[in-house]
């Protein structure tokens, strides 16, 4: 897992040093033609935004005169945005300007443009070593602490005898590395997740055994969530929606679909799924995590040859350990990994089988990862899976409703064809604020699923209320409501993200991923900082998620900011501030990469 | 010194040794050598040239990516619900007499829960937008895990968001590969898959036969007498469910907790069915045969049943149930459960408590429907009398399954048309561990009148015989 960012960064910044060397088109020429094409209205509104669009990741100029115009880009109603103080008006609307955010400077091939900007910074090798061991010596003080003291955590009653129930390190690591900052996460909230969210706040009288709410509240913007549209409302058309559709047709079916649990709303959702994507058909499912786990299988056996992202989810994961199918993984958004893993897989067949073809090789990805903040490189991936004569298998689960024009996606954002996607999944926890997944596809494939898939036949049929959501925010997001409301707020994300992710690099902070996508990761490295970051964050109001082994490589410790539509520049301005300061507190500024001076123009 | 006195011993042997057994060890090493090397070198077949691999790659014909799938499978097929579900239900066009929806307590007609759910969503909205661990813990789900934890008068419970992934994700959080796992053939999907997922060795015994599993674990003990350092490290669980969605039947909970304290077992049940159906006060299975709750490992169920809400929880031991926070795969990777469909659960808890009469009042009523249910002339009645969950068989077995399934659906199909709503219960044949028996599965609810029993015995009766 660890030596995974040394190759990959090497690759990032080899295409990168070529195309600001001579402007030299290298590699893969004939690949994709997704972002460079654009008609000509397009091409004008990106020469009038190329104007202020200095990639903050790449333009050189020299670090120390940052500062100064950084404080200019503050806006002056910074001040007056704070979520306690609830006196602005978070006007959204009225900031919104026409100019669509660039796309692509015109001259670079896509892939060079994918990777000029994405971020992968490598780690400064002090930071390496102190992150290293400043995690030895947690696991070293965290077994002394077990040697000596007597845990307090509950032991097993009336099972005397029995072999252990628990890995030794894994019942360690929660208990004695895990615990320190374990109060980052599963914070308890009281409200909507939306721009805002209610903390219950919850005290420690033990380290981290176990917590007591102290019976007051803290209002913080919101970070963490997944709302990436803003759909998370309780009020409004879509919460009216579901209200009215509970009151009619109740919470639940108690039955699965092939039984007594299919009705004309989930038909309805699956039709205008399928019109979303622009496929022949869709399928819905009541668990986004369940979609994967459940379904893979029915897709693949034991014969067939799956070629995997290194960063992608654990539903993923699960799914294709319940498939039998060989796994082979490639480096994280490489394309030339993938082309050699997919070549070998090919040329040698399967091995279980003495060289055999595969019966069918699938190549698996996601559209936004998740930890990673980068977008698959879809057009490549498409030149290869024809190529190879390989299936595709997209995971929008992050990228659906974020990214494209239109909100439909990866294949929006990158102008392709969805039906060049074999199986388009996502979930609708995200950008719709209900909750479920969705295949998307062939109405063969479709077919097929309705008579093979787990979930299909024996989960429970969604509720109404949480179908009806997921209906009317898809309408709203299509315009098919009459309304404005959903191209703005694809509009407006957009913008944030661009905004915040430019901010955050002038600032000097290390970010991964690509710059148009909403999921912001930044990193902090050490373990220790994990906590003190999100600790301090929340004593400004603002809510964020850490994340550290072992859900990232112990190396990359790091925070994750999620951006949403409605999230005003105001509200963004008082992040930035409030991450500036602890930035500067806590040295996270390592990026070595050089600022861009100019002011960060919304 | 020590060096030289090494080098002096080496030296030693080398002298005292045959010159045979040197040229056979120096060609032993040799050999050695030689396998790592091939095998490092060469991988499996001698490596391709590049116009050898492209010409593999142009020659590649995969299989489609799915098959062709007939028109007229029966899964295609789907009933169309056109009103709320309750004790009546429109299917397709028919106002019918529901029995076949799991609503057991008919909870889903209750206003109560609806509007306390509603109220909810005014505060939360309706998706938590997040998994638990990043702001998708709501002060509900918190109050959801305590009450449920109080109700079982367990320590701790733990709610995931999808009935199938509770039990699923619950199984594997503990068994991993080189454990054993006894586990009962009729089991239904959601555990086969949990189990699958475990990578663990897998041990069926026959339908609630006692005798069976003990057959199988006197055969373990056997196997660990001889490998006992094996032993020390195979934990061993025991899987069950309360009432078994595919039978009806009741587990033998009292010799099933026997034999785990014999042979060491965990015991793993899944009350999908049995939680808020089984027991007086609604507690399942364990009050039922009166069994103390501690024996009990981790008991897990679904909410989408009694509680007629989505998705399920486990619920023990602190020491048990508080690994799957960080461990539960179904739990850390999903979007917690809406908060509206929390709060119907907490709801439904509240009705529990407050009328624990209601689970008399569904015992008494598949009491009656079972008696009444004995008397098909062409079909037989599987389960437990006390069973919310019932099968009916073809009592004439028909050439084979899809026969069988194809003159059921024809039935349910006519009973639909007459107004009682019944359904064959759905398998996916080729995917479960052995194919299931098709049959009618019966869902009783709690608000059926003895009339309305006698109303669907007659229906079915009359088309059973028309059919059949």
């Known amino acids: 897992m660890g030596n ?42 990106l020469l009038s935004q190329r104007k202020f669009s200095a990639p903050a990741y790449t333009e050189i100029r020299t670090r120390r005169c940052h500062s100064k115009p950084t404080n200019d880009a503050k806006s002056p109603s910074l001040i007056n945005y704070h979520p306690e103080k609830k006196s602005i008006s978070n006007g959204h609307a009225s900031v919104l300007s026409e100019s669509k955010p660039n796309q692509a400077e015109g001259k670079l091939s896509p892939e060079q443009e994918h990777f000029q900007k994405t971020s992968f ?40 005898g029995y072999v252990k129930l628990y890995d030794a390190f894994e019942s360690f690591y929660s208990r004695y590395v895990y615990r320190r900052i374990k109060d980052c996460w599963n914070r308890p909230i009281c409200s909507v997740p939306g721009e805002e969210l209610t903390l219950k706040d919850r005290v420690t009288d033990d380290y981290g055994w176990s917590f007591k709410f102290t019976g007051t509240e803290t ?49 309805e959702l699956e039709a205008q799924t399928a019109r979303y994507f622009g496929v022949e058909d869709a399928i819905v499912f009541g668990m986004g995590f369940a979609t994967n786990a459940l379904n893979l299988p029915s897709l693949i056996g034991p014969n067939s040859l799956v070629i995997s992202d290194e960063k992608n989810h654990a539903s993923i994961i699960l799914g294709l350990r319940l498939s039998g199918a060989t796994t082979k993984v490639f480096k994280h958004n490489n394309m030339r990994d993938l082309e050699r893993v997919l070549r070998q897989g090919i040329c040698y067949g399967n091995p279980k089988k003495g060289g055999q073809p595969w019966d069918k090789v699938l190549i698996l990805v996601e559209g936004i990862f998740s930890m990673e903040g980068s977008i698959v490189r879809l057009p490549e991936i498409i030149a290869l899976k024809k190529k190879y004569k390989a299936y595709l298998y997209l995971d929008e689960a992050h990228s659906v409703g974020a990214m494209g024009s239109r909100g439909r996606g990866v294949t929006d954002y990158f102008n392709v064809d969805p039906k060049e996607v074999d199986i388009l999944m996502g979930t609708f926890t995200k950008s719709f604020g ?56 694809i509009h407006q994300l957009a913008r944030n993200t661009r905004y915040f992710r430019r ?93 861009d001076p100019n002011p960060v123009v919304y | 010194m020590v060096a030289i006195q090494l080098f002096n011993e080496i030296g030693s042997i080398f002298r005292n040794t045959p010159t045979f057994a040197l040229v056979l060890e120096t060609l032993l090493v040799i050999t050695v050598i030689w396998l790592l090397l091939h095998r490092r070198g060469g991988g499996r077949r001698r490596r391709l040239t590049k116009e050898e691999e492209d010409q593999i790659i142009a020659d590649f014909e995969p299989e489609p990516l799915v098959g062709d799938t007939d028109p007229d499978h029966p899964l295609l097929r789907t009933r169309i619900v056109q009103s709320k579900v309750g004790k009546q239900i429109r299917v397709d066009g028919h106002d019918c007499l ?144 309360g009432i078994y969605m595919n039978t009806g039947e009741i587990c033998p ?73 960080l461990s539960g795969l179904g739990y850390i990777f999903s979007a917690s459960l809406p908060p509206m469909l929390t709060q119907a659960a907490i709801s ?55 026969k069988e399934l194809k003159l059921l659906t024809e039935l349910a199909d006519k009973c639909i048309a007459r107004g009682v709503a019944v359904v064959q219960a759905a398998y996916l044949q080729n995917r479960e561990r052995q194919p299931v028996r098709p049959s009618i599965r019966i869902a009783v609810n709690r608000l059926l009148e003895d009339a309305d029993i006698a109303t669907a015995f007659e229906v079915i009766e009359s088309v059973s015989n028309a059919v059949l």
């Open chain 2, 98 to 241: 529901n029995l076949g929806s799991h609503n057991y307590l008919g909870f889903l007609e209750d206003q109560e829960i609806l509007d306390e759910a509603c109220k909810s969503l005014r505060k939360y909205g309706v998706g938590s937008c997040g998994p638990r661990g990043f702001y998708g813990t709501m002060d509900v789900h918190l109050d959801l895990e305590d009450r449920i934890a109080k109700f079982m008068g367990l320590e701790e419970a733990i709610v995931y968001s999808y009935g199938f992934s509770t039990v699923a994700s619950a199984i594997p959080a503990y068994a991993k590969r080189g454990d054993i796992i006894f586990v009962d053939e009729a089991v239904n999907f959601a555990i086969q898959k949990g189990l699958d997922a475990s990578r663990s060795t897998i041990a069926f015994f026959k339908h609630n036969d006692v005798e069976d599993l003990e057959r199988l674990l006197i055969e373990m003990e056997k196997r660990d007498q001889k490998n006992p350092k094996k032993a020390l490290k195979t934990r061993r669980f025991l899987v069950a469910e």
């Open chain 2, 253 to 325: 909970l009292p010799e099933l907790v026997a034999l785990r304290q014999k042979y060491k077992l965990r015991l793993f049940l899944d009350e999908s069915i049995s939680f808020g159906t089984l027991g007086q006060g609604g507690h399942g299975v364990t009050e039922h045969f009166n069994v103390d709750r501690d024996e009990i490992d981790l008991i897990s169920a679904g909410m989408e049943g009694s509680m007629a809400t989505i998705g399920g929880f486990c619920v023990g031991s602190h020491f048990i149930a508080e690994h799957q926070r």
């Open chain 1, 4 to 45: 995974f960012d040394g190759d990959s960064g090497t690759v990032f910044e080899q295409s990168y040093a070529t195309t600001n060397g001579n402007g030299r088109v290298a590699g893969a020429n004939g690949i994709g033609n997704g972002a460079a094409n654009f008609s000509p209205p397009e091409k004008q509104e």
């Open chain 1, 503 to 595: 901010r955050l690099a002038q600032l000097g902070v290390i970010t991964y991923g690509h710059e148009d996508s909403p999921v912001v990761p930044m990193l902090v490295y050490l373990f220790s900082k994990i906590g003190a970051v999100v600790r301090t964050l929340t004593t400004r109001h603002i809510a964020a998620v850490g994340a550290g082994f072992p859900a990232t490589p112990i190396m990359e410790g790091r925070i994750r900011f999620c951006l949403s539509a409605a999230h005003t520049k105001e509200q963004l301005d008082f992040a930035l501030e409030a991450i500036d300061e602890i930035a500067d507190d806590l040295g996270l500024k390592y990026s070595r990469k050089p600022r």
């Open chain 1, 434 to 489: 209900s909750a479920g997944g969705y295949l998307a596809g062939s109405k063969k494939l479709i077919d097929f699923l309705r008579t093979n898939s787990h979930a299909h036949c024996y989960a429970a049929s969604i509720s109404p209320p949480i179908a009806q959501q997921i209906l009317t925010s898809m309408k709203t997001i299509m315009g098919e409501d009459g309304t404005e409301i959903g191209r703005k707020k």
């Open chain 1, 219 to 267: 209002r913080c913007l919101n970070l963490g969530s997944y709302n990436y549209l803003g759909f998370a409302a309780a009020t409004g058309r879509c919460a009216d929606d579901s209200e009215e559709s509970a009151q009619e047709s109740g919470l639940a079916y108690c039955s699965s679909r092939c039984e007594l649990g299919d009705n004309e709303q989930l038909q």
């Open chain 2, 348 to 402: 439904a808890l509240d009705r529990f408590e407050r009328e624990p009469k209601i689970f008399e009042q569904l015992q008494s009523k598949a009491k009656t429907l079972h008696q009444k249910f004995s008397q098909f002339s062409k079909l037989t009645l599987r389960g437990n009398e006390l069973s919310p969950v019932k099968h009916l068989y073809l009592a004439q077995a028909a050439e084979n399954f899809d």
């Open chain 1, 121 to 160: 910074e490598e780690v400064p090798l002090h930071t390496a070593c102190l992150t290293y061991l400043g995690f030895y010596l947690l696991m070293i003080l965290g077994y002394i602490n077990q040697l000596l003291f007597v845990p307090k955590v509950a032991t097993e009653k009336g099972r005397e």
